[in-house]
């Protein structure tokens, strides 16, 4: 602030008229229409007002509300006051600058931000997108979803566009269920929820379980939808760590003696970004933990269906459906854009994750969900699955053999049972940031560790993802990886680039 500006603070008159309030008040008016105070410039806290001006801090309050009444400055909560960016007088219709110091501090951050960037990435069509575990488009059943939709128009027209109930209509519902005892599950119709994709489904199932202040464990790394579901909520999420047999049940129960966990989050079969599933041993410990210490069990099943080897272990909800909350959807194996979602529960939960859905939207769009369930009905999920198993199992083949060539001496990997990601650890440590950009420079996306790790990173890692990127695309943009690996100079672990916990 302008040094003259304080000493006209400082120089109001006590016991004159009009109040002091308004005297500060018009000097910064005066300030701001002459541009001595430029828009977006912040302003002094209430307590360096008070003290600038020798008055007390509830004067000084008044004043800034003052200022904010007639337009001129703006506030927001933590991050200070600032003057407008257009004053209320010249106020121009089109300007949205204003809405950068009206708005709070932005929620997300890296993690946000690579989300971001690699949805950018993955449809510029300039880059090998190794950063979204999106479908092949080759793989979307064109003629036979067009056909569901001919059918579903012919069969269910005015249907189509009604409202339905909140939890989706009974047809989808019910083909769900029928899916999910096909995998062993006991749901039935009233067990299912739809929801607009897994996404929605994570978010609905963590704000029916976690209040602000409650601890939710997650497996780390993972999607990074999961992260932000759960921290939206307000609850501290705690990392669990994942090794080649899937999420470390001793690391939770180390952390279930010090905390009271409502929700332990995971994804047991064909984890995102490491490909493994949960043994049987270790499924049966948590079940075992979740009803010692009464936790729900978040499951996310998104890519549990795109299996290339070993066999399948089943959905941790057919072991205990009680606890485990399961969500799912078909836009891994079908086709993303029905947005066609899922949860499946018991109990009071169930009820508490439909509240939500009503609060939200009210229920997911109806023709798609006719759509699907059609679809499903017409039994074509099990070749679907087979076609896009095959296809996915000659790509992750292609980069796994890309890598072996490539990769030693630079990094090591995990090799996914089932999936669409490859997740790779560093040798050497390197500035996250520096190297995404360097990759990004030399034609290739990823997603960076930090994006899909809970906790601080303990090593360079990267995720690489193959269902809609060719075998020829893969080994071109590995080699184009190890080369802007290799010329990366070694640098500490970036700590502050991560999300706060
Ligand atoms: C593990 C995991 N869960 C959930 C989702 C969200 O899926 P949907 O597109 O159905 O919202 C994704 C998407 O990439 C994912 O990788």
């Given at each position: 602030?302008p ?6 603070l ?6 004159a008229k009009?109040?002091?309030?308004r005297?500060l008040?018009?000097?910064?008016a005066?300030?701001?229409a ?5 828009p977006?410039v ?7 007002l ?5 008055v007390n801090q509830?004067?000084?309050g008044?004043?800034y509300r003052?200022?904010?009444?007639q337009?001129?400055?703006?506030s ?22 204003w ?8 929620r997300?951050?890296?993690a946000?931000?690579?989300l971001?960037e690699?949805v950018q990435?993955?449809t510029s ?7 979204v575990?999106?479908?092949?488009s080759e793989?979307?059943p064109l003629v036979?979803?067009?056909q569901?939709?001919r059918?579903?128009?012919e069969a269910k ?12 209509t ?6 769900l269920?029928a899916?999910g005892r096909?995998?062993g ?9 739809i ?9 609905l199932?963590?704000?029916?379980i976690l209040?602000p202040?409650d601890?939710?464990a997650c497996e780390s790394?993972?999607?990074?939808g999961m992260?932000d579901?759960l921290?939206a909520?307000g609850?501290?999420?705690l990392?669990?760590?994942?090794d080649e047999?899937?999420?470390n ?10 905390h ?9 079969r ?5 490909g493994t599933?949960l043994?049987r041993?270790r499924?049966?410990r ?5 009803r010692?210490?009464?936790f729900?069990?978040l499951e996310d099943?998104?890519?549990a ?6 066999e399948d272990?089943g959905?941790?909800?057919a072991?205990?459906?009680?606890h ?9 194996t079908?086709?993303p854009?029905?947005?066609a979602?899922w949860v499946?529960?018991s109990g009071?939960v ?20 006719l759509?699907?369930?059609?679809f499903l ?11 896009a198993?095959?296809?996915y199992?000659?790509r ?10 490539e990769l ?6 995990v090799?996914?049972?089932a999936?669409g ?8 440590a390197c500035d ?5 950009r360097a ?9 960076p ?7 601080p990173?303990r ?12 075998p020829e695309?893969?080994r071109?943009?590995?080699?184009r990886?190890?080369a802007t690996?290799?010329?990366q ?13």
């Amino acid at each position: 602030m302008p040094d003259s500006l304080a000493d006209r603070l400082g120089a109001v008159e006590r016991d004159a008229k009009p109040s002091l309030t308004r005297q500060l008040a018009d000097v910064f008016a005066a300030a701001i229409a002459s541009g001595e105070l430029e828009p977006g410039v912040k302003l002094p806290t209430t307590r360096e007002l008070a003290r600038l001006a020798s008055v007390n801090q509830l004067t000084a309050g008044r004043c800034y509300r003052l200022l904010q009444d007639q337009g001129l400055i703006v506030s927001a909560v933590g991050r200070g006051t600032f003057v407008r960016a257009a004053a209320a007088s010249a106020l121009d219709e089109a300007d949205a600058s204003w809405q950068t110091y009206a708005l709070s501090p932005p929620r997300g951050g890296y993690a946000g931000r690579m989300l971001g960037e690699s949805v950018q990435h993955a449809t510029s069509g300039q880059l090998i997108a190794m950063s979204v575990g999106y479908p092949s488009s080759e793989q979307i059943p064109l003629v036979a979803l067009e056909q569901a939709v001919r059918e579903t128009l012919e069969a269910k027209p005015l249907a189509s566009f009604e409202y339905c109930p909140i939890e989706g209509t009974d047809e989808l519902r019910g083909e769900l269920a029928a899916l999910g005892r096909t995998r062993g599950m006991s749901d039935v119709t009233d067990g299912i929820v739809i929801t607009t994709g897994a996404r929605h489904g994570l978010t609905l199932s963590a704000r029916a379980i976690l209040r602000p202040g409650d601890v939710a464990a997650c497996e780390s790394p993972t999607y990074m939808g999961m992260i932000d579901a759960l921290r939206a909520t307000g609850a501290t999420v705690l990392p669990v760590d994942v090794d080649e047999h899937g999420f470390n049940v001793d690391a939770l129960e180390r952390l279930l003696r010090s905390h009271e966990v409502r929700v332990v989050a995971l994804q047991p079969r064909g984890h995102n970004p490491t490909g493994t599933d949960l043994s049987r041993e270790r499924r049966e410990r948590l079940l075992a933990l979740a009803r010692r210490h009464g936790f729900f069990v978040l499951e996310d099943a998104v890519y549990a269906d795109l299996r290339y080897d070993g066999e399948d272990p089943g959905p941790l909800r057919a072991m205990d459906p009680a606890h485990v909350v399961y969500v799912d959807s078909l836009s891994k194996t079908v086709a993303p854009g029905l947005r066609a979602g899922w949860v499946a529960a018991s109990g009071p939960v169930l009820d508490r994750i439909i509240t939500e859905k009503r609060d939200d939207d009210a229920h997911c769009a109806t023709l798609p969900q006719l759509v699907a369930a059609r679809f499903l009905a017409d039994g074509r999920y099990p070749s679907q699955l087979a076609g896009a198993r095959q296809l996915y199992r000659a790509r992750r083949d292609a980069l796994l053999e890309a890598l072996d060539t490539e990769l030693p001496g630079l990094g090591t990997f995990v090799r996914p049972r089932a999936g669409g990601h490859v997740w790779v650890t560093l040798e050497r440590a390197c500035d996250d940031e520096q190297l995404y950009r360097a990759a990004l420079a030399a034609g290739v996306s990823y997603i960076p560790g930090p994006a899909v790790l809970v906790e601080p990173p303990r090593a360079t890692q990267l995720r690489l993802s193959f269902t809609s990127v060719t075998p020829e695309r893969l080994r071109e943009g590995v080699q184009r990886l190890a080369a802007t690996i290799r010329a990366q100079p070694h640098a500490p672990l970036q700590r502050h680039t991560l999300p706060v916990a």
